[in-house]
Nanobody
Framework: QVQLVESGGGSVQSGESLRLTCAVSGATHSKYSLAWFRQAPGKKREAVSRISRSGTTYYSDSVKGRFTISRDGAKDTVYLQMNSLKPEDTAMYYC????????????????????WGQGTQVTVSS
């Protein structure tokens, strides 16, 4: 079992930055790749970014160049640095963990992940 606890969300203006944090714990959490998903009201959950155990990263086109995912193995923590935020980034952000190998075409599938946290809300106003 893996536990994930997100934090760092908030309300900001367009163009500002936020850093989300996901604290990971559990007996075998170190073998998992970690990802950030988000879900806006009335919309499907969508993948934002993923980082594997080896450090390979993926980003959705909508956040590429603005968001950066990183992982601190010593602190069992994954971060999502979000810069140049836009109103369309408004959503609940979820940290998810999965142990299946991913490719460029599969990393964003919800089915790749077994565990997720409760989420942290990000609101960006114009």
């Amino acid at each position: 079992q893996v536990q994930l606890v997100e934090s760092g969300g908030g309300s900001v203006q367009s163009g500002e930055s936020l850093r989300l944090t996901c604290a990971v714990s559990g007996a075998t959490h170190s073998k998992y790749s970690l990802a950030w998903f988000r879900q806006a009201p009335g919309k499907k959950r969508e993948a934002v970014s993923r980082i594997s155990r080896s450090g390979t990263t993926y980003y959705s086109d909508s956040v590429k160049g603005r968001f950066t995912i990183s992982r601190d193995g010593a602190k069992d923590t994954v971060y999502l640095q979000m810069n140049s935020l836009k109103p369309e980034d408004t959503a609940m952000y979820y940290c998810e963990a999965g142990d299946a190998p991913a490719t460029y075409t599969t990393w964003s599938r919800e089915s790749m992940y077994k565990y997720w946290g409760q989420g942290t809300q990000v609101t960006v106003s114009s």
